[in-house]
């Protein structure tokens, strides 16, 4: 299990406020600590609707790439930005991501094949809805390997995010049950290992506190280790979870056990 | 997930002075705390070596049923001590348990059906090792289910225990990966939502501290959680494994969720 660090938003006021300024000490000051605390790999999530999603993706990619050597996952909606921190990047990174909305496909999968990288896939509607259980589930990820291969991208290049739902959600624990047997069944439905992506910060969108929201994310993530996923993507900067992160590894990952 | 509370075993030192002296202060205080952290049923464990172990598992059954109304389990390798337990019992109490093993199929089998009662099955071989991995625990369930049924037992009497293996062990992981698997397949298996029990404190046998135990019990715990199981034997007076179970329950119930 791989931990992705989820810390590089733009959405978050000190790295916001950083990128407004150009001023790298603090992006790069997060991108070390969250090597240093474990992460391997980390995403940068240069925002929704920022203005000049280009420019602040290149800054965001140049300073991570000066400060360490995490392989860096490019998040954001905008295929320009996407283009150009693709090109940035002085090793392969990972797209994050593509889904069965038209426009998405028409305009991130080519990027995927010209780069020859990773994409991370959402099991989502081509509507962009969460499909209502594991079967809607099942369906978006055999429709999206499909994509992948009419587009020439190898479906090893796939990284598939079935989407953790917020618990808070009227069907939040049952959307949320359905991710963990997509994961554990994926790898037998399209007939290859295929690696996949959970975001555990969604899991408590609304929850009334710190303490909650450590508590729950505590209790999804061996759930999520045992389903057999291969990267989570979450806040590496907690030591509590990424306690009970080090915990589930050493539990699941089928070398020979040593107490830690 | 019910809890069901381990605490009461005569090899803890406090509960087998308390046996010795036959004091109840201190079984009936342990069996009111366990209720009141959340315990939904009660483990009394009379000891495998003990002397009279039918006075002490007549003593012990008259103390908790005195002090509490919670359900009991009785868990004894004495054929007469479970006898007698059985007998004391005002509620019908669940018998812990039966194998392969043949002294055992000859011996406590025939208990469970004239008592009409719920009845633990571990998933080990004749021999009383454990299998090396998921494919032969299902076939001991199969074995053992048969034997139920040859036996007069409706098979819905079954709790079957897949046997928690110590995560010292040579292939202690590996082992509580094919335990997980067996959870949550053993409905399919077997074509009734058959229940299961799974014993938390085995995992951490041989820890080297209390904080490395909880560590790795807080991490299985929600696994077996997702698996399915319905019943968790544990230490129910440590509140921060407490709270992870709540937190599983939560999220795995089926329920609409509340934060709590």
Redesign the interface.
């Known amino acids: 299990m791989i931990i992705v660090a989820d810390n590089l938003r733009i959405t978050m006021p000190a790295i916001g406020r950083a990128v407004e300024r150009m001023d790298p000490a603090p992006i790069r000051q997060m991108a070390c600590a969250c090597r240093e605390a474990g992460a391997r790999a980390i995403d940068i999530n240069s925002g929704p609707l920022s203005r000049h999603p280009e420019e602040k993706m290149t800054f965001l990619v140049r300073t991570v790439q000066a400060a360490c050597d995490l392989p860096l996952i490019l998040d954001t909606s905008s295929p320009e930005a996407m283009a150009t921190g693709l090109a940035t990047c002085s090793q392969k990174a990972t797209i994050n991501g593509v889904s069965l909305a038209p426009e998405k496909l028409a305009r991130i999968l080519p990027l995927a094949r010209q780069n020859d990288c990773d994409i991370i896939a959402y099991l989502l509607r081509p509507d962009g809805h969460v499909p209502a259980d594991a079967a809607g589930r099942m369906e978006a990820a055999v429709a999206l390997f499909r994509k992948c291969q009419q587009a020439g991208i190898s479906p090893r290049r796939l990284i598939i995010d079935p989407v953790v739902a917020p618990?808070?959600?009227?069907d939040?624990?049952?959307q949320?049950?359905a991710v963990?047997e997509v994961i554990r069944t994926l790898p037998d439905l399209l007939g290859f290992p295929v690696r996949t992506i959970a975001g555990l910060s969604n899991l408590t969108t609304g929850?009334?506190d710190a303490d909650?929201r450590r508590?729950?994310q505590?209790?999804?993530?061996?759930?999520l280790?045992?389903?057999g996923v291969t990267m989570i993507l979450m806040n590496a900067l907690d030591p509590a979870i990424l306690?009970?992160a080090e915990?589930?590894q050493?539990?699941?990952?089928?070398?020979?056990?040593t107490?830690q």
């Open positions: 618990l808070a959600w009227q939040g624990n049952r949320n049950m963990l929850a009334p909650t508590r729950y505590k209790a999804f993530l061996p759930m280790a045992a389903a306690r009970v915990a589930c050493n539990i699941t990952d089928g070398t020979i056990f107490w």
